[in-house]
C-alpha cells in the first residue's frame, strides 16, 4: 500500500512523471554488460554489478566517468562514453524488460484519470530512451519521451519537467514525477510538483535523503495510488 510522508490527492493529478530506469524498467543488465565491455576495451578491471548500478542514474557520461574512477583526461573519457554509448545502442535490449505489472498499472492511471497525461523524463540519453519505450510496447501511454540529452540541463535540474509542464498545459500543483531516486524527488521540488519515490528500483537507498511525498515498494501500487 503507497506510504504518505505529505498528504494530497491524487485524484488532483494530470500529469504523471516517469523516470525511466529503475522506475518502468529494469535495465540493470544491459548497463552491466554494457559498462564492463567498456572496462574491458580500455584494459580496465570489471566491476560488480550493484557498484555499476549504483552509478546509474545522472546520465551516460557520469555513469562512464564514475566506472573510469573519476580520470582527468578528457579526451580518454570521450572515448570511452562513445564505445559504451556504441555497445549500449546495440545491446540495450538484451536483458531489458518493463518491471512486472507496469503495463497494468499504465493503464490504471490512465484510465482512472479524466485527460490524465504521462511522459518520461529520463536522464538516458533520448535515443535510445526511446527506442526501449517503443520495443516495450509502452509507447502509447506517454505524450512525450524526453532525455538527458534534450535539454540544457539534466535532472535534478526542472527544465525538462517545467518544460513537459508548460507543453502539456498542466498547473504545477496538478502533476507529479516518479522515480526510483533522490534525483527525482529533487526534481520534482525544484519543479514544484508531487513527488513519488519506488523502492523497487536502482538506488531506493538514495530516497532517504530527499523524502518524496508517497513512496511504494511495487509497480502495482502506482495504479493503486490513482485507483
Known amino acids: 500500500m503507497p506510504r ?7 485524484a488532483s493529478i494530470k500529469l504523471v512523471i516517469f523516470d525511466l530506469d529503475g522506475t518502468l524498467i529494469d535495465s540493470r543488465l544491459d548497463l552491466i554488460h554494457s559498462v564492463n565491455a567498456m572496462l574491458r576495451k580500455f584494459n580496465r578491471p570489471e566491476l560488480p554489478g550493484e557498484v555499476v548500478a549504483s552509478y546509474v542514474g545522472d546520465g551516460a557520461p557520469m555513469l562512464v566517468r564514475r566506472a573510469l574512477g573519476d580520470p582527468n583526461d578528457e579526451k580518454f573519457v570521450k572515448e570511452a562514453l562513445d564505445f559504451f554509448l556504441a555497445y549500449y ?3 540495450k535490449l538484451d536483458n531489458t524488460h518493463a518491471y512486472p505489472g507496469i503495463p497494468k498499472a499504465l493503464q490504471q492511471i490512465q484510465s482512472n484519470g479524466t485527460n490524465r497525461k504521462m511522459a518520461v523524463l529520463s ?3 533520448v535515443n535510445p530512451s526511446r527506442a526501449i519505450v517503443e520495443a516495450l510496447g509502452l509507447a502509447d501511454f506517454f505524450v512525450h519521451v524526453y532525455g538527458g540529452n534534450s535539454f540544457d540541463t539534466k535532472k535534478p535540474d526542472p527544465l525538462g519537467a517545467k518544460t513537459l509542464l508548460s507543453e502539456t498545459g498542466t498547473s504545477p500543483a496538478n ?3 516518479v522515480g526510483d531516486s533522490s534525483i527525482d524527488v529533487l526534481t520534482g521540488r525544484n519543479a514544484g510538483i508531487a513527488t513519488c519515490g519506488v523502492t523497487y528500483g536502482f538506488a531506493p537507498h538514495t530516497l532517504c535523503e530527499a523524502p518524496p511525498d508517497v513512496v ?6 502506482l495504479g493503486e495510488l490513482f485507483g
Open 123 to 125: 536522464n538516458k540519453p
Open 4 to 10: 504518505f510522508n505529505r498528504q494530497f490527492d491524487p
Open 216 to 221: 511504494v515498494d511495487e509497480p502495482r501500487e
Open 175 to 177: 502533476a507529479m514525477i
Open 89 to 91: 545502442r546495440e545491446h
